[in-house]
């Protein structure tokens, strides 16, 4: 059965630090490019916020370059988020997803697999 099941979510402060994990089961997520998207309380799904290519280049919106990472681990067929300095702005359903990177430069990519998503919140 193919899975996407991210973790890592939580509450969190300003300016503070979280790590979410996607790992995959069913299949190897490393002949995929794998994006992460959110969705904040009462907007539409924004994304892919990053993506992570099969040779291993990186992209980033504009709006988290700088303070989101994405990297994977293929031997562990998981592919991380490290989110630093987060604001409130920040407050959403991520969800990860694993499909084909069609633009680099457009940031755009076909999603095959969705996970179900984990919660980040951002407050004091």
């Known amino acids: 059965q193919v899975q996407l099941v991210e973790s890592g979510g939580g509450l969190v402060q300003p300016g503070g630090s979280l790590r979410l994990s996607c790992a995959a089961s069913?299949?190897?997520?490393?002949?995929?490019?794998i994006g992460w998207f959110r969705q904040a309380p009462g907007k539409g799904r924004e994304g892919p916020l990053c993506i992570s290519s099969t040779d291993g280049s990186t992209y980033y919106k504009d709006s988290v370059k700088g303070r989101f990472a994405i990297s994977r681990d293929n031997v562990k067929n998981t592919v991380y988020l490290q989110m630093n300095s987060l604001e409130p702005e920040d407050t959403a359903v991520y969800t990860c997803a694993a499909g084909r990177l069609t633009s680099a430069q457009a940031m755009g990519m076909i999603p095959y697999y969705w996970g179900q998503g984990t919660q980040v919140t951002v407050s004091s």
């Open positions: 069913g299949f190897s997520l490393d002949g995929y490019a």
